[in-house]
């Protein structure tokens, strides 16, 4: 789906005018969000580049996948970047080489754990925001690992 149909689409239910008294903006400028940009090279077209297209260029100009992971945080959920797995020839090297990098990401985790309380046993702001990237890297490195399983990487010819 484009990103104006997810819009349009999310606000069907709640009302156009709703969203955008919630939002503090005009209803003219959400039903242009839910329209077509009007740079798609369709003359028709006269929407207005809205929220998600916005959110999906910075992410693209600082590549900081913080941003995608802090919407998914606030969405309930979390981010887990779709794995491309790797074909290499030796199976049994690849699948200690994923075994590996998962305990040292988890090591990684402990050990923002560890230094966080050992000052003075609490965990403030700082250091638990060094916790949750720990334990997104971590994550997505096991995803990895698992979409890794399910596509056959790690069988015998």
């Known amino acids: 789906m484009k990103s104006y149909e997810i819009i349009r689409s999310a606000v069907d ?14 209803a003219a400028l959400v039903y242009k969000w839910c329209e077509a940009p009007a740079e798609q090279m369709d003359p028709e077209a006269s929407g ?10 910075m992410y693209l100009l600082t590549k900081d996948i913080r941003l995608i ?17 790797d074909l290499r020839k030796s199976p049994d090297a690849t699948i200690f080489d994923e075994t590996r990098t998962m305990v040292r990401d988890f090591s990684e985790l402990l050990d923002a754990v560890t ?7 609490q965990v403030d ?16 490195c096991v995803e ?14």
């Open 125 to 140: 702001a700082g250091e638990a925001d060094r916790i949750r990237q720990k334990w997104e890297d971590l994550k997505a």
């Open 48 to 57: 207005a580049k809205n929220p998600l297209d916005r959110v999906r260029e």
């Open 69 to 85: 992971r802090w919407l998914c945080n606030e969405a309930g959920g979390f981010f887990a970047a779709n794995p491309v797995p």
């Open 13 to 26: 239910e709640l009302g156009v005018k709703a969203v955008a008294a919630g939002l503090k903006v005009s």
């Open 115 to 121: 230094a966080s309380l050992e000052d003075d046993q």
């Open 144 to 157: 990895g690992f698992t979409v890794s399983c399910e596509k056959g990487i790690y069988r015998g010819k």
